[in-house]
Nanobody
């Protein structure tokens, strides 16, 4: 199995930036779709950004233009650069992986990190 560990969460003011990282226990670059999901208390888990095995990307409308997903294949690391943060971005952010292609629903992902809290306050 693939173990995923997120880091980089924290508390930031509205308009600020954070960079999340996800370290994978095995090489995933040309085998897996990698994704960032988030979940606020009482809400459904939602996909934020996807990056395919060929490095094509897709974003939720709510974060398009503000967030950037990328991966470092050599280091087996996934990133989420978050800029212009808003209060509604507050959630636990999860790294996830599945084979072989990307899908929007959390139900189809096999591997999950433990999550990292992002809190955006004014």
């Amino acid at each position: 199995q693939v173990q995923l560990v997120e880091s980089g969460g924290g508390s930031v003011q509205v308009g600020g930036s954070l960079r999340l990282s996800c370290a994978a226990s095995t090489y995933t670059g040309r085998t897996y779709c990698m994704a960032w999901f988030r979940q606020a208390p009482g809400k459904e888990r939602e996909a934020v950004a996807l990056i395919a095995s060929d490095s094509d990307t897709a974003y939720a409308d709510s974060v398009k233009g503000r967030f950037t997903i990328s991966k470092d294949n050599a280091g087996n690391t996934l990133y989420l650069q978050m800029n212009s943060l808003r209060s509604e971005d507050t959630a636990v952010y999860y790294c996830a992986a599945r084979r072989p292609n990307c899908l929007w629903s959390a139900a189809y992902y096999d591997y999950w990190g433990q999550g990292t809290q992002v809190t955006v306050s004014s």
